[in-house]
């Protein structure tokens, strides 16, 4: 039995694509083509929410 290798994603997708959720009001689901399934994005968005947060503190 075979391992199946997780894709990576670079850090200018992730970021992309959880700014398109964060500030143009894509779904998780939607913005999925640019990688990632929807737990994934949910986790980028937290990501990315929660350093917006540590620069305006």
């Given at each position: 039995?075979?391992?199946?290798?997780?894709?990576?994603?670079?850090?200018?997708?992730?970021?992309?694509?959880?700014?398109?959720?964060?500030?143009?009001?894509?779904?998780r689901?939607?913005?999925?083509?640019?990688?990632?399934?929807?737990?994934?994005?949910?986790?980028?968005?937290?990501?990315?929410?929660?350093?917006r947060?540590?620069?305006?503190?």
């Open positions: 039995m075979t391992k199946l290798k997780r894709e990576t994603y670079s850090t200018a997708i992730k970021l992309e694509t959880a700014q398109l959720v964060e500030d143009q009001g894509y779904t689901r939607s913005s999925q083509s640019g990688g990632g399934g929807k737990s994934t994005v949910s986790i980028w968005v937290t990501q990315l929410k929660l350093e947060n540590i620069v305006f503190l």
